[in-house]
């Protein structure tokens, strides 16, 4: 079953931030966090694990609530190059990395 | 190092023809997947290997037939082409997830744009 992405679409003048959430009705393993942009290959840009601490990458943090089956992806100070499409992955054991179920995307457009 | 090599990034078929997406790993990563992505739907996991000789269903195999005799290559393949199947695949490769050694991501090649008339 995919997880639950909101919002939708957001869009952000450059240096705001946003928050991008995932949500799944199953218990989960870990939660993984891709950028895609248009035309381009998915690029990974982090992964949490049941019982993991927060994560981050350069301005960009996420956090996994496990008693809610929750991530959030927060983006601060957000970039030109933050555009793209993100999408959540859930894996509902350990090591089952290679089927991840995808929610359907956030589409976040940064503006000058 | 050149990652995910997926072949051909085009291609436009006939309904009822058949056809092989290439999709080829140097990275010696255990796992290998197949996804489609269509517009509004995320990414879907249509086949998936663990190692060679080890291939199983994701959330939509039907019309596709995969195999896994190296590590390195995992085919997919289309049996009756179906307008349906229109989509952009994706094959991604991961290593097993193991603390302290990989971060279990995905690599995904460029794409495969298919379109079925």
């Known amino acids: 079953q995919q997880p639950v992405q909101s919002p939708q679409a957001v869009i952000l003048r450059e240096g705001e931030d946003a928050v991008i959430n995932c949500s799944s009705s199953?218990?989960?393993?870990?939660v993984h966090w891709y950028r895609q942009k248009h035309g381009e290959a998915p690029v990974f840009l982090m992964i949490?694990?049941?019982?993991?601490e927060q994560k981050g990458h350069e301005k960009i943090s996420a956090s996994f609530n496990e008693k809610k089956q929750q991530s959030s992806l927060y983006l601060t100070a957000s970039q030109l190059s933050y555009s793209g499409t993100y999408f959540c992955?859930?894996?509902?054991?350990?090591?089952?990395?290679?089927?991840?179920?995808f929610g359907k995307g956030t589409l976040l457009t940064v503006n000058p | 190092n050149a990652g995910v090599t997926q072949t051909p990034k085009f291609q436009v078929l006939k309904t009822g023809q058949s056809m092989t997406l290439q999709c080829a790993q140097d990275?010696?990563?255990?796992?290998m997947s197949w996804y489609r992505q269509d517009p509004g739907m995320g990414l879907r996991l249509i086949h998936y290997?663990?190692?060679?000789?080890?291939?199983d269903q994701g959330e939509v195999p039907n019309g596709y037939n995969v195999s896994r005799s190296t590590t390195e290559d995992f085919p997919l393949r289309l049996l009756s082409a179906a307008p349906s199947q229109t989509s952009v695949y994706f094959c991604?490769?991961?290593?097993?997830?193991?603390?302290?050694?990989?971060?279990?991501?995905?690599?995904f090649g460029e794409g495969s744009r298919l379109t079925v008339l």
């Open positions: 290997s663990v190692g060679a000789g080890i291939t």
């Open positions: 992955g859930t894996e509902r054991s350990g090591g089952s990395n290679y089927k991840l179920t």
């Open positions: 949490l694990l049941k019982g993991g």
């Open positions: 990275m010696n990563h255990e796992y």
């Open positions: 199953k218990a989960l393993y870990s």
């Open positions: 991604a490769s991961s290593y097993a997830y193991r603390p302290g050694v990989g971060t279990g991501e995905l690599f």
